[in-house]
């Protein structure tokens, strides 16, 4: 028996979701580990081709070895018995793996330390090792198919179930989640649509969830701007609202919608909003002056000195 106290293997014993989406096609991996930043390690995903966790005694090369396999053409379930047939040490590996087929696999080694099993469903699997008791991957599947919302917002549910449900015996530390594309482009740059880490906190499933809801905020603010760009005011207006509503704590993302509405020649409706910003910080009001010849807000003194005058009002 190998001694896992000297083995070169890092011991990432946690519990995870790997999936499919059904609607969009995107793939997905989501973790949460009492190990220090378990995402480094366990989440795997390309566009196009599959996600995969690999966990427990980690062999971190399945995860691009997998991903290189599926996309050669082979299922999840070819991928996976190929790189479990020529390693010695399969007993104390944890690993699932879906395709863009939506196929899946999983294995859990009889050496995994229980609790430890893993439950495969249509489009996903979950898996966990080293538990609290073996009903979390049961609790995690059952949470995942009940679940509504958006991709990440159920892979987000999936692992609140299985940290309710008892998760790891050693506590928290660190969680992850990764997203990709159904397909892959000529932009590979874009594939990745979700890449969040917690790497050391109290509650990082908690945590994980804020980074979820912030990185949905800025991305309704992309939005924004490109529905700008093409000239659709009121559609950009309007995502810079509701960003800026999921965001409350964030700054940016009201001053940004003022300076819109302030462009656009709105300064009676970006005036409240920028009194609301200065009045928590004022380092946004020097901010603005720097705007007008950086190109990001015409130059109209007159203008600038009727937003500056808020903070004289204060």
């Not at 062999?59 to 996309?71: A, C, F, I, Q, T």
């Not at 892979?155 to 992850?176: M, Y």
């Not at 720097?290 to 600038?304: S, Y």
Request: charged residues 20%.
């Amino acid at each position: 028996m190998i001694s896992l106290i000297n083995s070169r293997f890092p011991l990432a014993h946690t519990f995870s979701i790997v999936a499919r989406d059904p609607q969009t096609g995107q793939l997905g991996v989501a973790v949460q580990s009492h190990w220090f930043s378990v995402g480094s390690l366990v989440t795997w995903a390309q566009a196009g081709v599959g996600a995969v966790a690999t966990q427990a005694v980690v062999e971190v090369s399945y995860g691009p070895l997998g991903l290189e396999r599926m996309k050669s053409g082979l299922s999840a379930a070819e991928a996976l018995t190929e790189l479990l047939r020529n390693d010695s040490e399969r007993a104390v590996r944890q690993v699932a793996m879906v395709d863009s087929h939506s196929r899946v696999a999983a294995h859990t080694g009889e050496r995994c330390i229980e609790a430890a099993g893993h439950y495969i469903g249509e489009g996903f699997s979950v898996q966990a090792n080293m538990m609290g008791n073996n009903t979390v991957w049961n609790a995690m599947a059952v949470a995942y198919q009940n679940a509504s919302g958006n991709f990440a917002e159920r892979l987000l549910i999936a692992l609140e179930a299985g940290q309710a449900a008892g998760g790891d015996i050693r506590g928290q530390q660190s969680a992850a989640i990764l997203i990709v594309a159904a397909q892959p482009s000529d932009q590979p740059w874009k594939e990745t649509l979700i890449n969040l880490r917690v790497e050391d906190h109290p509650r990082p499933i908690a945590e994980l969830r804020r980074l979820v809801t912030l990185h949905q905020a800025y991305e309704l603010m992309n939005e924004g701007d490109k529905y700008l760009g093409r000239g659709n005011v009121e559609e950009a207006l309007e995502r810079y609202r509701s960003a800026a509503q999921m965001a409350p704590a964030i700054i940016e993302l009201p001053f940004w919608h003022a300076v819109t509405l302030a462009e656009l020649g709105r300064l009676e409706q970006a005036l409240p909003i920028f009194k609301q910003v200065f009045e928590r910080d004022t380092a946004w009001a020097v901010l603005l002056q720097r705007l007008p010849k950086a190109g990001f807000l015409r130059n109209d003194p007159q203008m600038i000195q009727q937003i500056l005058g808020l903070l004289e009002a204060d």
